[in-house]
DNA sequence: GTCCTTGCAAAACGTTTGCAGTTCA
DNA sequence: TGAACTGCAAACGTTTTGCAAGGAC
C-alpha cells in the first residue's frame, strides 16, 4: 500500500489529501532509516520550503492513530517514526540513536538480536500498549 | 536487595549516600506502578518537603547508570520507572498510562500478555538496546 | 461554502544545566 | 577539608496549541 492509497483511503474519515501529508508519508514508506520529526522536516522541507513542524506532527500524529505508521519512544527525548506498523523488532544504538529492525522469532531474544544485527546487546524494553480492565469499563 | 543495601554499595563509586536518595529509592521499590519522577516528586516532598525536580531526576539517573532501576520510555513525553530492572514485560494502558508487569517466557507474546493481565492489547513495542557496530570501532 | 488543514508563533511539557550554599565522608 | 550533593531558577529540545489565512471537497 503506497501514500496515495493510505491517504485516499483515510477520506472516507473526514481526513484530507493534502500534498504535505503525501510528502510526509512518502519519505516514511521509502526509508528505513526511522527518522525523527525533526528528520522528517528537514527532508519534506526540500520539496515544500513553507512546510512548518507543527504539520509534521500534526501528520505524524494522525497516521499514528490510524496505524499507518509507528513511534518508537526512544528513552532520549526524541521519537522515532517507522512507517511499517508490523510489529517488528528494533535494535537501538546507545551511543548513536540508530535504529535497526529485524524480523524473526522470539527465543533467546538477546542473543538473536546480537547476532542478526552485529549490535552488542546490553538491554531490551518490551512494551505491550492496549486498554486496562478498568478503562476497558469505562468505554 | 533493600535501598539503604543498594546506596552504601554505591559509597566505594564516590556517590554518597543521603536521605533524600534512600527515600527516593525506598519508594520505587515498595511501589508496582512505575511512577513518573514527577509522582516520585510528589510522594518524597511529603517526607521532605524542601526536595526539588532536580535531585529526583539526578537520583533516578544515578540509578539508572547504575543498573538499579529501569527507565520506561512511554511514547507519550514521559518515562516512568520501575525499582525492579531485570527485563520483564511491560504492559500499559493507551487510554490511563498505567503501566502493569508480568513475566513469562515469549511465546504468542500479544496473547499471553492479555490472558495475563486483562488487557486488550493492541501492539507492542520491543526495543534492544546496545552499540552498533559502528560504534563499536569507534571506542 | 464548509470545515479541515496549513504556517506561524507562542506556550507547554519533561528534563537538564549552572550555581551558590550545604552536607557527607 | 574537599568533593559530592542539594535546592533553586533558568535554559533546553521536543511537542502541542491557538489562530488567521488558505485549500480540499
Chains 1, 2 share one sequence.
Do not use: W
Amino acid at each position: 500500500m503506497d501514500a496515495i492509497e493510505i491517504l485516499k483511503s483515510l477520506k472516507d474519515k473526514g481526513i484530507r489529501f493534502t500534498p504535505q501529508r503525501q510528502a510526509i508519508l512518502e519519505y516514511l514508506l521509502s526509508t528505513d532509516t526511522h527518522p525523527t520529526a525533526e528528520e522528517i522536516y528537514k527532508q519534506v522541507k526540500q520539496k515544500f520550503p513553507g512546510v512548518s513542524l507543527g504539520t509534521i506532527y500534526n501528520t505524524l500524529n494522525m497516521l499514528k492513530e490510524h496505524n499507518y505508521i509507528l513511534e518508537l519512544p526512544c528513552g532520549d527525548m526524541s521519537s522515532r517514526f517507522d512507517g511499517n506498523p508490523v510489529n517488528h523488532y528494533h535494535v537501538m544504538c546507545t551511543q548513536c540513536s540508530k535504529v535497526v529492525d529485524f524480523h524473526n522469532g522470539l527465543i533467546d531474544m538477546d542473543e538473536l538480536a546480537a547476532e542478526k544485527t552485529g549490535f552488542e546487546i546490553h538491554t531490551h524494553s518490551l512494551i505491550f500498549y492496549g486498554v486496562c480492565p478498568e478503562c476497558q469499563n469505562i468505554n
